[in-house]
């Protein structure tokens, strides 16, 4: 694989892989097909690894979203190898409002699903695993030109500027703000999993950590 890394695809049908992936990256693959929610699929799944990227796209019901991340988190306490490095992916609304400590799932007009972030990321924080949560916006297939190393990153905090006289807005203004931002907050698949990848490491300037990108100021 592109950083040497020996690769497992934890996956609800194996089917659906061959319309994405060509054969030959697939036999470079071993992939595991389960469901999220079942304790041994998943654990089988990672035993033996190092490393765990939980990318699980959330369904419409945050409690099941919620159980998908507590049963990631709690199998990779117990079946990672040392040193039990976990990415997870949440979202926007999981870093706190610039020059604040608000995390933007409390902000008002926050959907069930999006408050869930904070449920997981407080589940994240308090395990035994060395992690990162990602928190992107929306994101999108690559166009022809990638940010690559030019992606705005962010830890703790919203990845767009605003001034510091923002923090004595109403909580409702900063709902707006976020939602005006949202086009800077874009960022493609291909970016963010290129930036997951390269910093798997335990120790590195993401560990323990909640991780915001943008797109590079124009």
Request: net charge negative; with cysteine; aromatic share 8%.
């Amino acid at each position: 694989m592109r950083y040497g890394h020996q690769v497992s695809a934890f996956v609800r049908d194996r089917a659906k892989l061959n319309d994405i992936f060509a054969p030959e990256i697939l036999e470079m693959i071993r992939i595991c097909e389960g469901d999220a929610l079942d304790e041994d699929a998943v654990g089988q799944a990672m035993e033996g690894q190092e490393a765990c990227v939980n990318v699980a796209q959330h369904p419409a019901d945050p409690a099941i979203f919620e159980a998908i991340c507590q049963n990631i988190i709690s199998q990779a306490e117990v079946k990672l190898d040392l040193p039990r490095r976990l990415w997870l992916f949440g979202g926007l609304p999981g870093l706190d409002v610039p020059h604040t400590k608000t995390m933007g799932a409390d902000l008002p007009g926050m959907s069930p699903i999006l408050r869930s972030h904070k449920v997981n990321f407080e589940r994240l924080r308090a395990s035994g695993l060395n992690w990162s949560f990602m928190c992107p916006g929306p994101m999108t297939f690559a166009p022809e030109r990638r940010f690559g190393d030019q992606l705005r990153v962010t830890t703790e905090e919203m990845p767009y500027t605003v001034g510091a006289w923002t923090r004595w807005l109403p909580r409702l203004a900063h709902s707006l703000i976020m939602l005006r931002h949202l086009p800077e907050v874009t960022v493609s698949y291909e970016d963010v999993a290129d930036l997951v990848i390269a910093h798997l490491e335990p120790e590195g300037p993401y560990s323990f950590k909640r991780v915001g990108v943008a797109a590079p100021k124009k």
